[in-house]
């Protein structure tokens, strides 16, 4: 299966497509933050839903939703063929998806925060 992720992402590499690709830990390492009437409560993992859980994402940048189903459908199965597994396609929210009713001082703050992490990188 890595040999086959790896090849996989060598393509979207080499397509110009690939900004990031991470698999994540166990959620027995992980934790959920539940916040019911306004009170946080940290439940520690493992979590019983399994099915449910993010194990890895890739994060592409495309042109269209198309082009990003496409590329999804060419993903390597993780658990191997046999294994029912779903690959979800989501898009990433960007500041013009709040429209032109964001106020100009949230808007201004999510720039300045925007250039300050290009920065870093």
Known sequence: MMAEMGIYNEEMVKAGVLLSAEGLQSSAK?????????????????????????????????????????????????????????IEVRQVGELEDLGPDLPQKIREQEERLRAELAKKK
């Open 30 to 86: 992980g934790a959920r933050i539940q916040i019911t009437k306004g009170k946080r409560t940290v439940v520690d993992g493992p979590f019983a839903e399994t099915k449910e859980l993010i194990a890895g994402f890739w994060l592409i940048q495309v042109n269209s939703r198309q082009e990003a189903i496409d590329w999804a459908l060419r993903a390597p199965a993780p658990h191997g063929e046999g294994v029912d597994t779903n």
